[in-house]
């Protein structure tokens, strides 16, 4: 009886970590009928997050209170890299057949996982994603200024490119001065603002006047001078970010497994109950899951955004007609799905005790199996296929007999599941919503 009720432990915490994972598979399908097979390097990154927010701030230490700030690290890159990934790859190919967004999906992975391998021991990389990142903040800020409306589908790149200009002209003059001197020292600093300020003003009225032929719109010089300033200000913001902070660590190299930080009370010695013995990081996953589970209930069911979420899902060009933002909702499902990977990835982590570039892909894998399992657009089916993928796994690793049993044939089970749930029940235990959309 022991040795059953420690697989069944076993198998619900494994099957936790596949539910966190398997829900954000369910929600963007639910929104925009997508599978992102990107998902699970989404969870990888989530535990990259976690790792480099320990590294960055509390390299060394182990107290409990720094998990909630490393969740939190891991929810911004994660959340970051899904929001990315919807707005460059997959909303231009919203109308494309969906063999389009399904290969495209492969290819993120693919890039993803390379990228960490590849990136991660060399911080130099995050300066060019301060840059793009000072050229998104001065772009905000300047079309909040300017106050008109610049997404005219036929003119929109003239209207913008005053704002595009002076963003573009104050990152290029920081990249000058920095590439001259690599100092933070109060100089050069206001050198690069002041500087970045004034050249990205002037670039943005010389791009204003280039495009005034075309454009729609007719933007500010007060709007380009803030664009330019809050750029330049961003950028260097983000050079002493890069200097102060991410230089000076001793970066890991991801090409081989990296341990991951060990922190009190949620690691270390096993709970004995019984003859059953509990992991503390297996009690961490288990009560996430439960926790992210009536968060997302509450979220989809008591908010606005929520109800949005399931308007859009049962029908989104009537949800737009109702004054829905679509747009928004499929961003706000992205990154839903990711704050849940995210936390799935700190589990994963802290089980292992090491996280390297390929743990999301079987992980995904198996995730999507038990989106299928539970009913793929079911959030509650992915919950409960996810617990019940876990559980059928730890059972099969320890009562299958022979040749076929052991922990080397556990993938091999999960998948025979996934084929019997495709030929017998294609719409999951609790069976998938489907909607006939006029």
Request: charged fraction near 10%; proline fraction near 3%; hydrophobic fraction near 55%.
């Amino acid at each position: 009886m022991d040795q059953f009720l420690q697989q069944l432990v076993n198998g619900l915490t494994l099957g936790s970590l596949y539910a966190l994972i398997a829900v954000g598979y369910t929600v963007v399908y639910g929104i925009v009928q997508l599978i992102n097979f990107a998902h699970g390097e989404v969870f990888m990154i989530g535990a990259f997050g976690a790792l480099t927010t320990y590294l960055l701030f509390f390299n060394g230490h182990t107290s409990v209170w720094i998990l909630p700030v490393m969740i939190i690290g891991a929810m911004i890159a994660s959340v970051g890299t899904a929001v990315l990934m919807e707005r460059v790859a997959y909303r231009p190919l919203r109308n494309a057949p969906r063999l389009a967004p399904l290969i495209t999906a492969i290819g993120i992975s693919v890039f993803l996982q390379e990228f960490i391998r590849l990136f991660y021991e060399q911080p130099g990389w995050t300066v060019v994603v301060f840059a793009g990142l000072a050229i998104a903040i001065g772009y905000i800020v300047g079309g909040r200024q300017a106050k008109v409306h610049l997404n005219n589908p036929i003119t929109k790149w003239y209207d913008r490119a005053p704002l595009l200009g002076a963003a573009g002209g104050a990152v290029v003059l920081w990249i000058v001065v920095r590439l001259i001197n690599t100092d933070v020292s109060a100089l050069y600093v206001v050198a690069a603002i002041v500087g970045g300020a004034i050249i990205g003003t002037a670039v943005g009225v010389l791009a204003g006047l280039a495009a005034k032929k075309h454009a729609r719109v007719q933007i500010n010089l007060q709007a380009v001078a803030a664009t330019a300033a809050a750029t330049a200000l961003s950028a260097e913001i983000g050079w002493i970010i890069f200097k102060l902070l991410i230089d000076k660590v001793e970066w890991p190299s991801a090409k081989q497994r990296i341990p991951f930080p060990q922190l009190d009370v949620v690691t270390g010695t096993a709970l004995q109950v019984g003859g059953v013995t509990i992991q503390r990081s297996a009690v961490f996953t288990v009560a996430a899951l439960a926790v992210c589970a009536v968060v997302l209930w509450f979220f989809i069911n008591r908010t606005r955004l929520g109800r949005g979420m399931q308007a859009v899902s049962q029908d989104p060009d009537t949800a737009r007609l109702m004054g829905i933002n679509v747009d928004r909702i499929i961003v706000v499902a992205f990154a839903l799905g990711a704050v849940l990977a995210a936390i799935a990835g700190v589990s994963q982590g802290l089980q292992n005790n090491n996280i390297d570039f390929r743990m999301g892909f079987l992980a995904g894998l198996k995730a999507f199996t038990a989106a299928v399992l539970g009913g793929i657009g079911n959030v509650y089916g992915a919950v409960v296929g996810g617990l019940v993928l876990g559980v059928v796994e730890a059972m099969a690793t320890q009562y299958i007999p022979g040749q076929f049993g052991g922990s080397t044939w556990k993938d091999v089970w999960a998948f025979v599941i996934l084929i019997l749930v495709l030929v017998f029940r294609p719409q999951g235990l609790l069976g998938a919503r489907v909607v006939d959309r006029a």
